[in-house]
Nanobody
Framework: QVQLVESGGGLVQAGGSLRLSCAAS????????MGWFRQAPGKEREFVAV????????YYADSVKGRFTISRDNAKNTVYLQMNNLKPEDTAVYYC?????????????????????WGLGAQVTVSS
């Protein structure tokens, strides 16, 4: 019933940019945070960025601060991740996630266990 589809991944050289999109269908996601996680081969899925329903609050992993920007368009049920100055260590499958409905409009989550829905992932490969 609920489906999240990531797009915008691909192969890019170090220093380049990509913009990921995640469009949700099946229902709207009012008062839910949306986030991005990534998983490299042989590693755990790790937090990248999150944005609250109100779009007031954002938070980024230290490894991507200053390079990545998360945004969302609630009317389109879509979250974005603008990735600039990409590095080889950014290579991973990127997943978007949606949290359970929150009490307020400004809540964010950084643990993968806090998320209710997930997309299937988009491959991002950064060459040296």
């Amino acid at each position: 019933q609920v489906q999240l589809v990531e797009s915008g991944g691909g192969l890019v050289q170090a220093g380049g940019s990509l913009r990921l999109s995640c469009a949700a269908s099946g229902r709207t996601f009012s008062r839910r945070a949306m986030g991005w996680f990534r998983q490299a081969p042989g590693k755990e899925r790790e937090f990248v960025a999150v944005i609250s329903w109100s779009v007031i609050s954002t938070y980024y992993a230290d490894s991507v601060k200053g390079r990545f920007t998360i945004s969302r368009d609630n009317a389109k049920n879509t979250v974005y991740l603008q990735m600039n100055n990409l590095k080889p260590e950014d290579t991973a499958v990127y997943y978007c996630g949606v949290s359970p409905q929150t009490t307020g409009r400004n809540q964010i989550f950084t643990s993968k266990s806090d998320y209710e829905y997930w997309g299937l992932g988009a491959q991002v490969t950064v060459s040296s």
